[in-house]
């Protein structure tokens, strides 16, 4: 498959990522507060250093995510998953095409109005 199934693109589950349209994620809310996210990254790109209060852990379903975590690159490709956890700073960089689930332990985005 070269992309996520069309019902798991509802428009009421998308993810307002502001001005960046080269990330186009969906959302679904745990009833303990968590997250899962599905990602597909259009074009190649950065996410900054960030730091979350919750776990979180992805699976890369195609593509390749490079995964910068305390000083290391660590390139993480389809089939791969990781985990990070709570306090644990992270970047990362992706190519176009890519496609990731994560799960996050806490509320991590918010839907588009």
């Given at each position: 498959?070269d992309?996520?199934?069309?019902f798991?693109?509802?428009?009421?589950?998308?993810?307002?990522?502001?001005t960046?349209?080269q990330?186009?994620?969906?959302?679904?809310?745990g009833?303990?507060g968590?997250?899962?996210?599905?990602?597909?990254?259009n074009?190649?790109?950065?996410?900054?250093?960030?730091v979350?209060?919750?776990?979180?852990?992805?699976?890369?379903?195609?593509?390749?995510?490079d995964?910068?975590?305390?000083?290391k690159?660590i390139p993480v490709?389809?089939?791969?998953e990781?985990?990070?956890?709570k306090?644990?700073?992270?970047?990362?960089e992706?190519i176009?095409?890519?496609?990731t689930?994560h799960?996050?332990g806490?509320?991590?985005?918010?839907r588009k109005?």
């Amino acid at each position: 498959m070269d992309g996520f199934p069309e019902f798991m693109k509802d428009k009421k589950n998308a993810i307002d990522e502001g001005t960046d349209r080269q990330i186009e994620g969906y959302m679904y809310d745990g009833a303990d507060g968590s997250q899962m996210i599905h990602w597909t990254c259009n074009a190649a790109g950065k996410s900054a250093e960030h730091v979350h209060d919750y776990d979180e852990y992805f699976i890369v379903v195609q593509g390749r995510y490079d995964l910068i975590i305390e000083g290391k690159t660590i390139p993480v490709k389809a089939g791969d998953e990781y985990y990070i956890p709570k306090g644990a700073a992270h970047a990362g960089e992706f190519i176009a095409g890519t496609r990731t689930i994560h799960c996050f332990g806490g509320k991590r985005a918010k839907r588009k109005k």
